[in-house]
């Protein structure tokens, strides 16, 4: 008669010597060492909020290494909507889109614009790797064409890179333009006044952007993926059109600025040091009548 050996065991398996340390396997499972600890793959899918973001897409870079340090996977996000604040419209936010829209380019991608503020400049486009047979314009006029345009470009995954002017929209319609950015291969961007800075915004991603005197772009990241962003970051983007023909004089508007303001505050000085001569007033001459 077979009789049954006592198991003196515990529940736990011999762990191979070439098993890591880190992980044991019981009844057949693999699991932390330590209570608390994840598997590796949960541990890689886990995204902490001291910590930037890495993105479970793609991401284009930005073409400015400082600021790809600063956004979340290194680049502007795809499926996903990224919001451009500014002061003014059409300033700089081509400047700052333009490496992005070369690599998209390169790659056989289309460049779509919705109802910009002003007609885009060719010419100046061209200086940035961009023509007319890689770029789509249309130029909706009232917010509700803009909005619908915008929400079918995005559907259709129509565009390798979107840019949308759309000031007046509201908190409810851009979460609606956000749900359906999540199936865009392609990144999107709507550009919005900078008074739209203390709205709710369901954008994962919103740059405030400024331009500077020397040539610079000052960004300022609002929201990210990831901590608070501190300071700005300064971005040097001097127009392609200009690169060859700027004197180094002319790339620092600001010292020639200052420069003007020192020599007028040394002659008001002048003006009044004591002892100098007062300014005379204009003689008068008496005409005799004839």
């Not at 915008?150 to 851009?174: C, D, F, H, Y």
């Not at 709710?200 to 405030?208: F, M």
Request: proline share 11%.
């Amino acid at each position: 008669m077979a009789t049954a050996l006592p198991w003196t065991g515990d529940d736990e398996e011999p762990v191979p010597a070439s098993f890591p340390s880190s992980q044991h396997r019981i009844r057949g499972r693999r699991t932390p060492a330590r209570p608390g600890d994840l598997p590796p793959d949960i541990e890689a899918a886990l995204w902490r909020g001291d910590q930037l973001g890495s993105p479970v897409t793609s991401v284009v870079s930005s073409g400015f290494s400082a600021l790809d340090a600063e956004l979340p996977g290194g680049g502007w996000p795809c499926h996903a909507l990224t919001e451009i604040l500014q002061p003014q419209p059409t300033v700089a936010e081509w400047r700052l889109l333009a490496p992005a829209m070369r690599q998209v380019v390169a790659h056989g991608g289309h460049i779509v614009v919705v109802g910009p503020p002003k007609s885009p400049h060719l010419p100046g486009l061209k200086y940035a790797g961009l023509d007319e047979r890689h770029l789509v314009w249309i130029q909706a006029e009232a917010p509700a064409e803009r909005l619908w345009v915008t929400e079918q470009l995005i559907k259709t995954n129509a565009a390798g890179l979107l840019v949308s002017w759309l000031p007046q929209a509201r908190q409810e319609q851009i979460r609606r333009l956000q749900v359906c950015a999540q199936a865009c291969e392609g990144p999107v961007f709507l550009c919005r006044p900078a008074a739209a800075e203390h709205e709710p915004s369901a954008a994962p991603l919103r740059v405030q952007l400024r331009f500077g005197l020397d040539w610079h772009l000052h960004v300022y990241l609002l929201k990210r993926k990831g901590p608070a962003h501190e300071g700005e970051v300064t971005l040097s983007s001097v127009p392609g059109g200009l690169e060859s023909i700027l004197t180094p004089r002319l790339r620092r508007p600001s010292h020639i600025i200052a420069s003007r303001h020192v020599a007028d505050d040394l002659r008001e000085g002048q003006a009044h040091v004591v002892g100098s001569a007062a300014p005379q007033p204009p003689s008068l001459r008496r005409v005799t009548a004839h």
